[in-house]
């Protein structure tokens, strides 16, 4: 999910009462829910579409669910000495202490996988134990109904607190009401993944922005798609013509080992672009320009069946 989301996630736990553990809870709740995203600094070292085999891996991953809280801990109960010693520490502040400190960074950091996981573009949950990938397909990207609800709950609870009043009702029946969202999603996407069960070894029923209650199904295989009904894919890609394409164009082998629907689109201007069936709208970022001497004629598309 987007930062944003993660950060009222955190901000959100903060409110329903965990800030009350120990002073720089908050901090440590937001900061934590956005904590497994250090990995977007490849984007200062890699090219191209390589960081799509980097991100959301090894900092995703159980080690980094462990160690990420107790450096963000350390900071946090090292800026509080450092205060101290000052004499700039707040009055207001409740004392610190290091165990709830990583705790509270704990949860604030496990809500992250948690949350990149229901969408689909997929998280390694057991890097570097295992590089597979996971999808939920619950939830698009960017889901400002969440942002909506969330943004009210942390608001509503913020200024019933400023007048003394309980403000982690409100917090908490926030975080029970996304709850409850994200399991319709989870439920319109069960229903309508299984409606199209049999139409290829992949069906997807992919959230698109803004209509939640919509999905945008992809089903197929072997680098032919039917999306929403349209066929994509030009070119039979079978598993054992994906080592012949990384060897030849060293960008593909990143972008296949993330891909999850690889297919190849022949362009209006005779390009072979190696694409994604989710990202079809995204070419910066998410394309590959492919060697048409690496691409074989194909034979005609197969008829895909269709609702």
Not at 116 to 145: A, C, H, K, T
Not at 223 to 250: C, H, S
Not at 265 to 280: E, F, K, Q, S, T
């Amino acid at each position: 999910m987007d930062n944003l989301t993660h950060s009222l996630v955190g901000a959100l736990l903060g409110q329903c009462g965990l800030k009350k553990k120990t002073g720089l809870a908050m901090p440590a709740l937001i900061i934590g829910a956005n904590l497994p995203d250090v990995d977007a600094a490849c984007f200062f070292w890699l090219d191209g579409v390589e960081h799509l085999a980097f991100r959301r891996g090894i900092t995703h991953g159980p080690p980094a669910w462990l160690l990420l809280p107790l450096v963000l801990a350390g900071i946090l109960w090292g800026l509080d000495r450092w205060q101290a010693k000052r004499g700039k520490r707040p009055e207001d502040r409740r004392e610190v202490s290091f165990k709830w400190l990583y705790i509270l960074s704990f949860i604030g950091c496990l809500s992250h996988p948690a949350l990149d996981w229901m969408n689909v573009y997929g998280i390694r949950l057991l890097e570097p134990f295992s590089s597979q990938w996971f999808y939920g397909d619950v939830l698009f990207i960017i889901d400002i109904w969440l942002w909506a609800l969330l943004i009210f709950s942390v608001w509503f609870s913020l200024r019933r607190e400023k007048r003394g009043g309980d403000w982690m009702k409100p917090a908490r029946v926030g975080l029970s009401v996304m709850l409850t969202y994200i399991g319709f999603n989870a439920a319109i996407t069960g229903v309508t993944e299984r409606a199209h069960e049999g139409e290829g070894d992949i069906v997807i029923a992919s959230p698109p922005p803004v209509m939640f209650w919509q999905r945008d199904v992809i089903s197929g295989s072997n680098g032919r798609y039917l999306i929403n009904g349209e066929q994509w894919g030009d070119f039979d890609l079978t598993e054992a013509d994906k080592p012949d394409i990384a060897a030849a164009v060293p960008q593909a082998a990143p972008f296949l080992f993330w891909s999850r629907t690889p297919l190849v689109h022949v362009a209006d201007d005779g390009r072979y672009l190696l694409r994604d069936a989710r990202y079809l709208g995204r070419e910066g970022g998410f394309t590959v320009e492919l060697p048409a001497e690496v691409c074989e004629p194909a034979s005609p598309a197969p008829e895909l069946a269709a609702d």
